[in-house]
């Protein structure tokens, strides 16, 4: 009976037999112990899903693809927030406590790139693929061009004349002057002869982006637009302008990062950079699983490349 219950098709039984078993089983309600057959088979059915656990919408839309897609497979997710949990102790104890058959790692900004380097030492048979902003060279990987998708919002602002072009970010990000998008803005800023200037928020709520812009508005006058690291950012960015009676577009661009739905339906529609989350996180699971399957696959590396998604928040008023 048990042969039949633990799933086995690598023995002999008859197909009557197998069909009064299971017949026999669901009339008593039983279930199948999902953790003892994984023990058995050492493999635990789950996925490690490293991430920042520090609320975005966009994190929140990365996170349901996934689980979208693992949905479909007998696999599940374990997320982890591994940065912070790095941060506290400097090892990856904690992150590896739960056994996973591999490891999915999403921006992982702080701790990706020393897990990939010390994966031989910490986890020689879990599968690693990092995907997203970060990645690591020496694994299987699914990165995104943000420096890509920042020159395309440069040229796309600097093309529609606008010239006093300022960069948005929260101090509490660590981008506020790093990274690919901030690197491509002062690029593309120099290249055309502009002076780069970057404002800092604490907040990222609408009146306290309004102060923070009023003051850097009193010192150095209203700039002809903003380049915002993310969506959430420019959304309430937006907000704060029409409450300081500018109009969003015509008066002060908005561009942000991301391509949350919610810019579309703004009072006024945002422009973004809109991710490939769709691709990233298919091609991510899919690399992951084929060296779940073969431990001695090649590694399959691919860096995807964002759109700019022009909406009424960046045009030029006919």
Known sequence: MWRVLSGRNDVSISPETRAKVLEAAAKIGYQPNTA???LMKGKSGLVGFWMSLAYSRYRSQVLHRMRSILGQTIHALAITDVDAEYHWDHTFD???RVP???IIAFDTSASGETFAQNHARLAPHTPYVSMGAYWSESKSYVGVDLAAGARMAMDHLIGTGRRKIAYLAPFQSGLLEEGDRFEAYREKMCEA???????GTVEERPPAIQVILEGQFKAGGVPDALLCMNDDLAIVTAMALQRMGLNVGPDVAVV???GLWETEYA????TTVSQPVDEMCTLSWQFLEAQMLNPEAALQQRILLPELVI???SRVSQ
Not at 193 to 199: A, D, L, T, Y
Not at 267 to 270: D, E, G, K, M
């Open 256 to 258: 942000g990062f991301d």
């Open 36 to 38: 003892a057959r994984a």
């Open 94 to 96: 904690r992150a590896l």
């Open 311 to 313: 909406r009424e928040s």
């Open 193 to 199: 002869g502009f002076c780069p200037h970057v404002i």
């Open 100 to 102: 996973v058959d591999g």
């Open 267 to 270: 009072a006024v529609p945002i």
